[in-house]
């Protein structure tokens, strides 16, 4: 019976209409049948109580309740019909297109009406960690926006920014839907009126062709008018050329792959820097900002470095915008230059005289020892390899040795020799670096044990491209480091491992010993993407860090500074990095109350502030010829602690 029912109202609309009109005849015939038969007023004549009937029936339907002649009862009828297909049709059409706007509302296609915000177009890995960035840097600002534009659905862009970000306070967040690359869909986040623009990188093989196109809609959309800073993000060095021109001259253009490969190096070659860089980019503490200083105009930099009381100097941008970080001592501040420094805000510098603060006595006298050549092992191959592989031949120490293992099933490496049967008999020197190949499985425990890994001073895992495998990009990361770690704990000897980790949520799973690292280039690289965005003049700054063979961040140990086990002030250590060259920002100390104990970052002390440096202690500095510096120093111990010759230069 249910299946002829059901089939019979499928057939048509007016099926369906017969037998709603029969139901609800069905029901509310009867129903006022007995409404009038139980009624004491009712009339007594059959003829009044069917015409009672008709008159609550018609009520009921809202279909008049007129009585008499037939005719006059049809034309009642005929006229409830037509209000009831009025009003129906009217209710219809405002249903319809309430539905049809909240529809396109749940879309993302209505236009934003905002000014200051910040766009952000593309979805990446990185977009999380920029639209966090950005909602961090304007919480200080009253309703401000961040707007996303990707070609992706509305609502499942708003949840998934909400289950990563949590409340984000004044600050709102607007998605929309579209195309990046059409300028009607760019129209609707308003990028004229915006305060910066950001494309991220795409994380399709013809990404970087998507942010040039949507450069170009971007110009497009924008016309004559000069627009916001935008930066944007490439993949591939082929392309950032043709980003550049399409950006236009207030375009930033990053490179994403080169920026993850040069963090791994610098990891590599100087443990510990990874926190350090975290701590700068973001916007959670002290970070890299300009400040104007006509008052010092003239004085020697090496001065300067102890005349802010509340900010660290690490250098000039000189008038031309050229940023020279760490410049010599008796480097003269000129007209227009600006003063590079980490600080709290923009405009906590103060300027004060510390150099009361300096105490001759606590002074170290010895300097730093030699330091020696290292060898890499540098298991995995992808598109930022060569990039990495460029890093270490640039700034390793002469005499080291990179070994290069590949799976059988992954590309050969292009930039380097064919895959060598004994990777130790024959090598390519590369600028005093050598490099050898070899293939074996990385997963494999007896092949990773074949390699012999307690023999290297550091171990460097790459994970496949993420195009390779999209939904597991750190599976065989996270499996390559658990046999390592089982490795180390039968030899007894933990070599540092930095491990290239794609999705942030992952770091937490690495099986790291306490003197290794995970890199998740694509969070640093959306951490400098949203820097940049805020102060387009920062950008020299950090492609000068970050630059193989320019100014670089190190962690020195701190008695090459002070006197070990003894208290002195940040401002005796600003004094003696001074002496050597190099501008002190900060250090990191190992917290054994901290849950869980490992090292802290602590940028931009306060001068006056005083504490026993041990000898576990390293002050952060940022020195000059990064290149010159390189090198990495010995395998940590069992323990996990570091050998002191590691950048000890």
Known sequence: MRYRFDNTLARSTGRLVGWLAVTCLGIVVPASALLVWTDPSSPRSLSGRLTAVWRVSAETLRLGAVTGAPLRMLL????GLMALLYVSTLIGVITTGLTDRLTELRRGRS????TGHSVVLGWSEQVFTVVGELVAARADQRWSAVVVLADRDKTEMEEALAAVLGPTGTTRLICRSGSTADPDALGLVSPGAAHAV?????TEAAGDTETVRTLLALRAVLGEHAGPPVVACVRDERYRTAAR???GPRGIVLESDRTAAGLIAHSALHPGLTPVLRELLDFAGDEFYLAAAPELVGRRFGDVLLDCATAAVAGLVRADGTPVLSPPPETVVAPGDRLVVVAADEDSARWEDCRALVEPSALAEHGAGPVEPSRFLLLGWNRRAP?????LRRCARPGSVLHVVTDPTE???PTLPLPLPEPRRTASLVDGLTVTCGTADPTDPSSLRGLDPGSYDRIIVLGPDTGDDADRPDHRTLVVLLILRSLAQETGHSVPVIAEIADERNRALAPLGPSSEAVVGGQLTGLLMAQVSQN????????????AGGSALRLRPAHHYVLADRPASFATIVAAARDRSECAIGYRWHDT???PAGHQIRLNPAKAGRRVWSRADEIVVVVRDGAAEGGAGGAGGADGSQVARVDAS
Request: no cysteine; net charge negative.
């Open 411 to 413: 590309q050969a490496p």
């Open 111 to 114: 236009t934003v009406v905002e």
């Open 536 to 547: 387009g003049h920062l950008a020299g700054v950090f492609e000068e860090l970050f630059a």
């Open 245 to 247: 021109l399409a950006a």
């Open 76 to 79: 009642s009828v005929l006229l």
């Open 387 to 391: 990039h990495l592989v460029d890093q």
């Open 198 to 202: 950001l494309v991220l990188p795409g």
């Open 593 to 595: 109350a901290a849950a």
